[in-house]
């Protein structure tokens, strides 16, 4: 089962670029600064990640603040470290990916956000025209942190790179901090300009007040990331709503978002796949820190939720039109997906 959920072909909506960046791609950065710089007082990527992925929701966010962005701050490192996770999505039988990023100034280097946007555009822009199995596109992150003066010019990035392969915004960071009321403008001038719309949701007890998931509700987003804390009322929103939901399993179960989840088998997965009212994408958050792939969350929902061949291939086909892409790419995707259930006799299963 584990080589099909790694052939069937796959999109991933909810990948965050530099957590997406694997240890081995984040130790040949580290060598090369290294030898450039023998005084990078860094250390190796291998001792600060395990192997086995991070496991303590204490050292998460402090992992990207504190570390992977004094080591990803070039041109030439941001071009490498895109270009590895853009291969390995391809090679997890990814055929669609929406990468999301935060735009960032390096004032150490003086990367500007600008010219960090531009360089992970052009690298995506030369894998799709170098590759025919996977399309990317890219999200822009609005940081819960930021002040409204920076969340303008992640929007305004946004809408001047949409034709070069932005498709929507997102607001990420740690759940812990800022206050998401401040973005209603910001979203709602990223709406108005055809971008799509997707929000963190309910990570944790203390970012799931009703007052503050209904705020986020008012914002119309398209998708929502990890919905793990809600009411029943902000859960009959979502159904009226219809947002696709962007579930995160290992991540979730692996720092525990929910105390009271310790097995993959008590993620609230189950309960939106049995009820059906919302398209769900299965999602990989952070594939460099969690180390689980796309394919490894589908077998997960196999192996503990009893999904055979036929309902993977129907959960990661419904994916398509919950996807910010053009009506062409839709299309292209459909034909993918039609292809390969007819290629496996798909059709002929039984449910
Ligand atoms: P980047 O935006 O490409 O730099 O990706 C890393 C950033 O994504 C982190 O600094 C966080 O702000 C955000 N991020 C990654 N995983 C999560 C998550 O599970 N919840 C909220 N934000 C996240
Ligand atoms: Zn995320």
Redesign the pocket.
Same mark, same amino acid.
């Given at each position: 089962m584990k080589e099909f959920c790694k052939r069937l072909p796959k999109i991933e909506l909810h990948a965050?670029?530099?957590?997406s960046i694997r240890r081995d791609t984040l130790h040949h950065i580290w060598q090369q600064k290294k030898s450039e710089s023998p005084e990078l007082t860094l250390e190796d990527p291998l001792l600060v990640i395990p192997e086995e992925g991070v496991k303590d929701i204490n050292a998460?966010?402090p992992l990207?603040?504190k570390y992977?962005?004094a080591l990803i701050n070039t041109v030439s490192t941001v071009e490498f470290s895109t270009r590895a996770v853009l291969n390995d999505f391809c090679a997890d039988g990814v055929v669609y990916l929406e990468l999301?990023?935060?735009p960032?100034d390096f004032p150490e280097t003086g990367l500007t956000k600008q010219k960090y946007v531009e360089t992970v555009l052009n690298t995506i822009s030369e894998f799709n025209a170098s590759n025919g199995e996977m399309k990317a596109r890219l999200i822009l992150?609005i940081?819960r942190r930021d002040d409204v003066e920076k969340a303008w010019e992640t929007v305004e990035l946004a809408k001047r790179y949409k034709k070069e392969g932005v498709s929507g915004v997102d607001l990420?960071? +740690?759940?812990l901090k800022g206050d998401p009321s401040i973005f209603a403008p910001h979203f709602d001038a990223a709406k108005s300009a055809g971008l799509g719309l997707t929000i963190?949701f309910a990570?944790l007890p203390q970012s799931s007040s009703d007052s503050e998931l209904f705020t986020l509700l008012s914002y119309n987003p398209d998708r929502l990331?990890?919905v793990i804390h809600c009411s029943e009322e902000v859960k009959k929103k979502l159904v009226e709503k219809k947002v696709a939901l962007e579930l995160?399993i290992s991540?979730n179960v692996q720092i525990k978002m929910n105390p009271a989840v310790t097995t993959h088998k008590e993620h609230h997965f189950g309960e939106w796949w049995r009820e059906g009212n919302c398209t769900v994408a299965l999602s990989t958050? +952070?594939v460099g820190v969690f180390y689980s792939e796309l394919s490894n969350e589908y077998w997960i929902v196999h192996e503990h939720f009893g999904l055979g061949k036929r309902q993977l291939w129907e959960l990661a086909k419904g994916v398509v039109d919950a996807t910010f892409a053009e009506k062409e790419e839709k299309e292209r995707l459909k034909g993918v997906m039609d292809k390969f259930g007819a290629a496996e006799g798909l059709w002929q299963i039984d449910m």
């Open positions: 965050h670029l530099s957590g998460f966010f990207f603040s992977i962005y999301r990023t935060t960032r992150s940081d990420c960071g +740690d759940p963190h990570e990331g990890h995160c991540c958050d +952070d």
